[in-house]
């Protein structure tokens, strides 16, 4: 969610109060240490500066995610991308990097796309 909210040089109020939502509400983050947000965002930032950075950071997420929860990291990634009601290239090009890297379906990609985007349409 970070990444994606980082990937366009900036970070938006609606990003960040999706990140802060989900993390506060979602079954998924209930063990989860929401004063580990800070350190995570600095990471995410130090890898966004490294030349291999992006590899890196999809190394770490594939060790210690479990690969069932590869299409739930999507979907979270989709709801931060589209919160603010704008989708940016560099978002959009990372959406497509983490459907990749995670071998995501293209099919189920896409059907998470459309309720990310379904959830966030204004007038």
Known sequence: ?????????SIRTAELVKIQSAVNNLPIFAEYDEARIPDMSALVFDL????????????LIRDNLPERL????????????????????????LLEEIRYELALDRLHAAAIERGARARHMRD
């Open 1 to 9: 969610m970070i990444a994606v909210s980082a990937s366009d040089e």
């Open 48 to 59: 966004f500066e490294q030349e291999d950075g992006l590899d890196a950071l999809f190394g």
């Open 70 to 93: 590869f299409e739930t990291a999507y979907a979270l990634a989709c709801d931060v991308a589209a919160a603010d009601g704008t989708l940016r290239e560099a978002e959009l090009r």
